[in-house]
């Protein structure tokens, strides 16, 4: 899908889900190109609901080998997202919608659909044990250390630090995959 043509379908879903325009122009957010579903791999299953992440396939090898060396190090990291589809993307607005939160709210730490780098294969939300999922505890645990130091060389890059241009909150959890 072109670029005018995920703008498009961006607005289309917004507009379905209500939402105004206007609440993230002003952000700035690039587009990224939802990867096909045929360059996905399975890289990782949660063992206790099942959930099955999935990666483009130099993104996955680069998401092991960094989880292997982390381990190595006394490190435990995991996935809790990976791959959404603009579709599934929409789906967690509806929640937000659902639970009351406005727009202006949600959109700090929820990139509309067409403005998500899961979108793209390459994105991951880590965590460690004993850790509130995505939150910015996230920040001051050793994995996150460990991260900062080390992520590079597997080619991961921290997205959103603090205070970053698109208006997100820190996200510590949050790395994409972009390699050198």
């Known amino acids: 899908m072109n670029q005018a043509a995920l703008k498009i379908r961006t607005a289309q879903i917004l507009h379905d889900l209500g939402i105004d325009p206007q609440v993230i122009a002003h952000r700035t957010l690039p587009y990224f190109e939802e990867v096909s579903e045929y360059l996905l791999e399975d890289t990782e299953t949660d063992a206790e609901s099942g959930k099955v992440y999935r990666l483009i396939s130099p993104a996955?090898?680069?998401?092991?080998?960094?989880?292997?060396?982390?381990?190595?190090?006394?490190?435990?990291?995991?996935?809790?997202?990976?791959?959404?589809?603009?579709?599934?993307?929409?789906?967690?607005?509806?929640?937000?919608?659902?639970?009351?939160?406005?727009?202006?709210?949600?959109?700090?730490?929820?990139?509309?659909?067409?403005?998500?780098?899961?979108?793209?294969?390459?994105?991951i939300d880590i965590n460690t044990p004993g850790c509130d999922e995505v939150t910015g505890v996230f920040g001051e645990t050793d994995a996150f250390r460990w991260l900062k130091t080390h992520a590079a060389r597997f080619g991961f890059v921290m997205s959103f630090p603090l205070n970053n241009p698109w208006g997100f909150i820190y996200e510590p959890w949050h790395w994409c995959w972009h390699p050198q």
Request: glycine share 10%; proline share 6%; with cysteine.
């Open 60 to 123: 996955a090898a680069a998401w092991h080998q960094m989880k292997q060396q982390a381990a190595a190090d006394g490190v435990g990291i995991y996935l809790v997202s990976a791959f959404r589809s603009l579709d599934y993307q929409a789906g967690l607005i509806r929640i937000k919608q659902q639970a009351g939160i406005p727009p202006e709210v949600f959109f700090t730490s929820l990139a509309p659909p067409g403005c998500s780098e899961h979108h793209t294969g390459r994105a």
